[in-house]
């Protein structure tokens, strides 16, 4: 593997790890205010992470390079109302997209065909993770403004479900 893609690759490990971290911070202030729902949904955000820190990993063992587990960062969590994580997942979001661009920016460059065929699952993921949050902050911003309107919210979020790793095998 050209040393470039790898390095790229491995820091995407870390980054990834670090991502679920984030969000089980954002999920931890969110049960410690009494909102389960958003708690829940960071819950789910951050295995959804997990995943994806799995899949570098063994996308990097599948083609023999070694991976050294660097220490994660600890997340910022300092907020002052119920919609900065919000505005932060996205934003975290989309410097992820840009990561994941710029490791197949350097696997098109140097012909690495079976990488970039790799990452159009995650560049595919990206555009739905933009709009899942995208798409939290527009509902927090019709509803979140009073109590009412959080706690239905809240009520809702708790019925995200865990995304599968595979679809179900056919009977
Ligand atoms: Fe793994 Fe939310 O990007």
New binding site residues.
């Given amino acids: 593997m050209n040393s470039q893609v790898a390095a790229l690759l491995k820091n995407q490990v870390n980054k ?1 790890f670090y ?1 679920a971290y984030l969000y089980l911070a954002f999920s931890n202030y969110y049960y410690g205010e009494n909102l389960d729902g958003f708690g829940h949904w960071f819950q789910v955000q951050a295995r ?2 997990l995943d ?1 820190a799995l899949k570098f990993l063994k996308y990097l063992q599948d083609n023999n390079e070694k991976v050294e587990l660097n220490a994660i960062d600890a997340p910022n969590v300092s907020f002052s109302n119920f919609r900065e994580p919000l505005t932060a997942a996205l934003k975290h ?1 989309q410097y ?1 997209t840009g990561l994941i661009h710029a490791i197949f920016r350097q696997a098109r460059e140097v012909d690495d065909f079976r990488c970039c065929q790799f990452l159009e699952w995650f560049i595919a ?2 555009g739905e ?1 933009e709009k899942s949050t995208g798409d939290l902050i527009a509902k927090y911003d019709l509803l979140g403004g009073d109590a009412k309107g959080l706690y239905m919210l809240n009520s809702e979020l708790k019925g995200r479900p865990l995304a599968t790793e595979e679809p179900a095998a056919a009977e």
Wanted: hydrophobic share 10%; aromatic share 0%.
């Fill in positions: 990834e991502s959804e992470e994806h979001e992820v993921e990206q993770e």
